[in-house]
């Protein structure tokens, strides 16, 4: 809140300003009242104080309006920072996630895999239907060993069989069917349940 005791310490000056030039024209005002004459002494001074009252109610009002702007204003730039850091945070979360996937090691990876296919098999192909298994370079070296332990849980009488070329996503797979391309990739995976999770997530990192 820096920012915001700065733009209140710069409002005190500028209602003490204008109140300084209030009470400049009220001495003034009385000065000149004094030289009139009697007759006329009261009525001037009168209105030197009535105008000096003005000034002054019109400065406190302006102070008081300008004090909750600038609060509200800082509000306002507090609550979108909040939001950006939640934002970004809640992204590095999700991105960890992602990475913490592709770099299991084989004989977790390679089981979780195996049962991701054959889910998507199950779920996606009909039978009589044959489908490509394309993964990165990396992860293709687990091809073969997926696709083995795979078969053993399809419901579906299809044909699976490794890619002869790899793709760029982090982790997972894309199985091609025909003109069909489901996506098993970790970042597919974990943006699809980003929704359910993030506010989870933004629960663990801020407490809320």
């Not at 409002?11 to 009470?23: F, G, K, P, S, Y």
């Not at 209105?47 to 306002?76: C, P, Y």
């Not at 992204?91 to 004989?107: C, I, R, T």
């Amino acid at each position: 809140m820096i920012g915001l005791d700065k733009q209140v310490k710069g409002l005190d000056r500028i209602n003490a300003r204008i109140l300084e030039q209030a009470n400049e024209y009220a001495a003034e005002q009385l000065e000149n009242a004094a030289k009139q004459a009697e007759a006329s002494s009261a009525k001037v001074l009168g209105a030197a104080k009535e105008k000096a009252a003005e000034i002054v109610q019109k400065a406190k009002e302006s102070a008081a309006s300008l004090r909750e702007n600038a609060k509200s204003s800082a509000g306002m730039r507090e609550r979108s920072h909040l939001l950006s850091l939640k934002a970004e945070m809640c992204d590095s979360a999700f991105d960890a996630a992602v990475e913490k996937l592709a770099h299991l090691p084989g004989d977790m990876y390679v089981p979780a895999m195996a049962r991701l296919l054959a889910s998507a098999v199950n779920s996606q192909l009909a039978d009589g239907e044959r489908a490509l298994l394309v993964m990165n370079p990396k992860d293709a070296s687990f091809a073969d060993e997926i696709l083995a332990l795979a078969k053993k849980d399809y419901t579906k009488k299809v044909t699976v069989e490794k890619a002869d070329y790899t793709t760029g996503i982090r982790a997972g797979f894309i199985l091609e069917c025909s003109d069909i391309e489901i996506n098993c990739s970790a970042e597919k995976l974990i943006a699809s349940a980003r929704d359910s999770l993030e506010k989870t997530v933004l629960g663990i990192l801020f407490n809320e």
